[in-house]
């Protein structure tokens, strides 16, 4: 098997440095268990290496092709999140990763269903975590569930995945959105977490918040964050990439 490039005393000591900053407003947040997902996407092997000898665990790629490379050279204790778009023909190559934790963009049903066929093919052990992503800003565009279909999404996958576990809600959010205070897209899925508890009676997290605001996502009781640059720095082009 091919071995990480061990990361300079440099690098590792920048990387350590940023995540101890963002670990402390994680853990002075009022979801006092909240979780640190580090977005390494376009990141070498070697960053996720320094950041994992902090004690940084959990880790999410928006490619399959990257995510399934850099699983097959870490360590296999990290907790791999795909936040990518979904697609159906990726599921089977995703179930392949033994320590994929969770899969944070179910769009639908049928996807749900297709991921669960894959995880439970592939004879993993436990189950796999999935997030329902919520289109919150109702933009044509983007990806995600319509809030009015999310009730039905949740219920299918309890009552026809048995391989999955179900985690809760995530959103993006828009652009627009994510200049206000307090973020109606945020304000959007606590609702929704809050109309599901009473209606499906399911306890659900929320997966909501980025770099530039994941201090207000926890505020308004964010349960997992995902922040890339502000611990990596910016990203490099994919083709200088090198694993």
Known sequence: M????????QRTAEIAHNLSE??????????TSARLVAVSKYKPA?????AY???????GENYVQELCEKAALLPSDINWHFIGRLQSNKCKA??????????????????????????????????LGVFVQVNTSNEENKGGVEKCDVEDVVREIIASCAGLCLKGLMTIGSIEGSNKRPNPDF????????????????????????SDDFVHALELGASNVR??????????PKSTLLF
């Open 2 to 9: 091919e071995s990480v490039e061990t990361p300079s005393s």
């Open 22 to 31: 963002i670990n402390a407003a994680v853990k002075g947040s009022q979801t």
């Open 46 to 50: 070697s960053d996720i290496l320094a």
């Open 53 to 59: 000898t902090t004690g940084q665990r959990h880790f």
């Open 94 to 127: 995703l179930a392949a990763i033994p320590n994929l934790w969770a899969v944070e963009t179910i769009d639908s049903a049928a996807k749900a269903r297709k991921l669960n066929d894959a995880w439970t093919s592939a004879g993993n052990q436990g189950l």
């Open 187 to 210: 304000l959007s899925l606590v609702a929704l977490r809050d109309q599901l508890k009473q209606s499906v009676g399911v306890d659900l997290e929320l997966s909501m918040g980025m």
């Open 227 to 236: 922040v890339g640059s502000k611990i990596f720095g910016s990203r490099l």
